[in-house]
């Protein structure tokens, strides 16, 4: 769209293969990401909560092979997120859970000893996205952003799952 509103659509559609062709080469080199499922959360003042296909950061995930947790897909209503209690938490828990902290500090929930008993966090299959740079460009869902984050993120996710 931004491409047509500039008259540059070919611009555009270059940028839009290179990012294409990004989270396929991502994808291919890292085949333990096919199919395994994934927890997108983040963290606010207001608790945590858990991110439902149809968001930009879970289209990420599954861009790249991973499928979003089917309990948390359950829960989807017509938001693109959805609140999870702290009685609820076990939902983030998957075989790669990613979480992200707005507008707090990640040590508001990293040292909360729910978190820490979550199975995926004990074994080292969580990832923690506080790099601000980094979690805007996973959450921007532009191009540019999207290059950036998928350079960033994927050794994290890769080291997570002892790859």
Same mark, same amino acid.
């Given at each position: 769209?931004?491409g047509?509103a500039l008259?540059?659509t070919?611009?555009?559609?270059?940028?839009a293969?290179?990012? +294409?062709? !990004?989270? =396929?080469?991502?994808a #291919?080199?890292?085949p %333990?990401f096919?199919? @395994? +499922?994934?927890?997108v959360? #983040?963290?606010t003042s207001?608790?945590?909560g858990?991110?439902v296909s149809?968001d !930009?950061?879970?289209a990420f995930?599954e861009?790249l092979g991973?499928?979003?947790?089917? #309990? *948390?897909e359950?829960?989807? @209503? %017509?938001?693109?997120f959805v609140?999870? &209690? +702290?009685?609820q938490l076990?939902?983030?828990?998957? %075989?790669l859970?990613?979480?992200?902290p *707005?507008f707090?500090? &990640? /040590?508001?929930? @990293?040292g909360n000893p729910l978190w820490q008993?979550?199975? /995926?966090?004990q074994?080292?299959r =969580?990832v923690?996205?506080?790099d601000?740079?980094?979690l805007n460009?996973? /959450? $921007? =869902? $532009?191009?540019?952003?999207l290059?950036y !984050? *998928?350079? !960033? @993120?994927v050794?994290m996710?890769a080291? #997570?799952?002892g790859?």
């Open positions: 769209m931004v047509q008259g540059r070919d611009e555009a559609d270059e940028l293969a290179e990012v +294409e062709q !990004a989270f =396929a080469d991502a #291919a080199e890292h %333990e096919e199919g @395994t +499922e994934v927890a959360g #983040a963290y207001e608790g945590f858990a991110y149809g !930009a950061r879970v995930m861009q991973f499928e979003n947790k089917q #309990a *948390i359950d829960l989807a @209503t %017509e938001n693109f609140p999870v &209690s +702290e009685e076990g939902l983030l828990d998957a %075989e859970t990613v979480v992200f *707005i707090v500090e &990640s /040590s508001e929930f @990293t008993a979550l199975p /995926s966090v074994e080292g =969580a923690v996205l506080d601000l740079t980094v460009a996973f /959450s $921007s =869902a $532009s191009a540019p952003g290059l !984050a *998928i350079d !960033a @993120t050794p996710f080291d #997570a799952l790859g």
